[in-house]
């Protein structure tokens, strides 16, 4: 089956600065890659997806990149403030529209 | 809001115990997922429904069942539970039928083991 694994477990940034983590997946029939922000003890929350017809997407401040031949998609904040720290976590599709999570990233957005 | 009603948000309990969650989903949505989320862990795919049916099952434990009812609400069964078991439990549903989207997740049963 499907597996996701992301990188870094934390990441500690100053306000202003990009961040970005990155995620890897093992099944190559993979062709959804969405992103989650899950904010303390709130539930998980869509903030950006990519499906594999496409390389890049972005909405604002946050770009999704995509590369199928490594099989490998990343996550860009740009201009990060205070109120992006929180958990993300990557998914990819494992059948049955089933979302396979990676481990998470806590993002740390330092004033 | 998400539309996922989960109940009960809190539950405590003691081992060997067996408790019940209940999910309903948005109005309109044929699956249903569960998902378990150990002190900070990440979100492990336990099993989804579809419409009734039973889709796809994940590292769900043997002491662990559910179903999706006509109604399309779902519960989940946590039995001869054991102190590991406590965790955050989310329902999600979608939509999506074809290609996979958006999973709108419920706040979650908190549960204790003690």
């Known amino acids: 089956g499907e597996n996701v694994e992301q990188h870094p477990s934390t990441l500690s940034v100053q306000e202003g600065d990009s961040a970005v983590i990155k995620c890897t997946y093992s099944d190559s029939a993979s062709n959804y890659f969405p992103w989650y922000k899950q904010e303390l003890g709130k539930r998980p929350q869509l903030i950006i997806d990519?499906?594999?017809?496409?390389g890049e997407k972005k909405d604002q401040r946050i770009a999704v990149t995509l590369n199928k031949t490594a099989k490998h998609f990343s996550l860009h904040i740009t201009e990060t403030q205070p109120e992006d720290s929180a958990v993300y976590f990557c998914a990819a599709d494992g059948g049955y529209n089933k979302l396979i999570f990676g481990a998470g990233t806590r993002l740390a957005v330092h004033p | 809001d998400s539309g996922v009603t989960q109940t009960p948000k809190h539950l405590i309990t003691a081992t060997g115990q067996r408790v019940t969650l209940r999910c309903s989903p948005r109005?309109?949505?044929?699956?249903v997922y569960w998902y378990q989320q150990s002190l900070d862990q990440g979100l492990q795919f336990l099993i989804q429904?579809?419409?009734?049916?039973?889709?796809a099952k994940g590292n769900i434990l043997e002491r662990f069942s559910a179903q999706q009812f006509p109604d399309l609400h779902s519960e989940l069964n946590l039995s001869s539970l054991e102190l590991g078991d406590s965790a955050l439990y989310f329902c999600?549903?979608?939509?999506?039928?074809?290609?996979?989207?958006?999973?709108?997740f419920g706040e979650g049963s908190r549960l204790t083991v003690l």
């Open positions: 999600a549903s979608s939509a999506t039928s074809g290609s996979p989207g958006e999973l709108f």
């Open positions: 109005s309109g949505d044929l699956s």
């Open positions: 429904y579809y419409n009734g049916e039973e889709r």
């Open positions: 990519i499906r594999s017809n496409v």
